[in-house]
C-alpha cells in the first residue's frame, strides 16, 4: 500500500482540483489554489523534487480527477517475453505508456508497442486490470490503474524509439532487471499464470 503521506497529498490534490474546477467563489478559489500548493510542496519534500517540477507534473491538470490508464502489452514468443529498454532509467520494461484519448483499448497497445519496439502485434485479450497502489512500484502522485492486455506478435523488425534504448525478448525464466516504475516481477509472474490459466485478475 502507498505511505500515508502519499494518500493525503493526493488527496488534498484531489480535493483542489475538483473545487476549482466547479466553484465560483473567489475566496474559496483561494482556499483551494492554496490546498493545491500544500499538496505540492508535501511531494516536493518526499520525493525529493524541486517544487517547480512537482507543480509541472503534478499540478498541470484540471477538471474533476479521475485515476490515469497505464496500458502494458504482453507479448510472448514461446517461453520468451517482449520487453523495451527505458531511456528514463536503463531498465527493462513491457512495451506500453499511458492510455491516450480517442484510441481504443486496442488501438493504444497497438500503437504503444510499434512506437517502442518496431513490432507488429494483434490483441488478444485483456490479462489484468491491477491498482498500482497494491503493488511494489515506486512511489507516484497519481492514482493509476494498470491494464495488461495479450498481444499475438505479426511482423515488424526490433527498432528503438525516442523513449526506450533496446529492444529484447528474455526468457521468463532469466528477467532482466526491470524498471519498477513501470513492472514489477510479481505482475509478470501474475500475467504468464493468466496466460496459462485463462483467468482475468484484478484487484
Not at 502507498?2 to 488527496?11: D, I, M, N, S
Not at 525478448?169 to 513501470?182: I, W
Request: glycine content about 6%; charged content about 30%.
Amino acid at each position: 500500500m502507498e505511505p500515508f503521506w502519499l494518500k493525503t497529498a493526493k488527496r488534498i490534490q484531489a480535493i483542489a482540483q475538483s473545487g476549482l474546477a466547479y466553484c465560483r467563489d473567489p475566496f474559496d478559489i483561494e482556499r483551494f489554489q492554496e490546498l493545491s500548493e500544500i499538496s505540492a510542496h508535501m511531494l516536493s519534500h518526499y520525493i525529493d523534487m524541486p517544487v517547480e517540477n512537482v507543480k509541472t507534473w503534478f499540478l498541470n491538470e484540471t477538471g474533476y480527477q479521475t485515476p490515469k490508464v497505464d496500458v502494458r502489452a504482453v507479448v510472448m514468443k514461446e517461453r520468451e517475453l517482449l520487453f523495451v529498454k527505458e531511456k528514463s532509467d536503463g531498465k527493462w520494461s513491457l512495451p506500453g505508456g499511458w492510455a491516450e484519448p480517442g484510441l481504443s483499448l486496442r488501438e493504444n497497445i497497438i500503437k504503444e508497442v510499434a512506437e517502442e519496439s518496431g513490432y507488429e502485434v494483434e490483441t488478444e485479450r485483456v490479462l489484468a486490470v491491477l491498482d498500482r497502489n497494491r503493488h511494489k512500484h515506486p512511489p507516484s502522485p497519481f492514482y493509476i490503474y494498470k491494464i495488461f492486455v495479450l498481444c499475438r506478435l505479426v511482423g515488424g523488425k526490433p527498432m528503438t524509439s525516442i523513449e526506450t534504448e533496446g529492444v529484447a525478448f528474455h526468457s521468463t525464466d532469466s528477467l532482466p532487471e526491470l524498471s519498477t516504475e513501470r513492472v514489477t516481477r510479481e505482475q509478470i509472474q501474475l500475467m504468464l499464470r493468466a496466460v496459462e490459466t485463462g483467468e482475468v485478475f484484478h484487484d
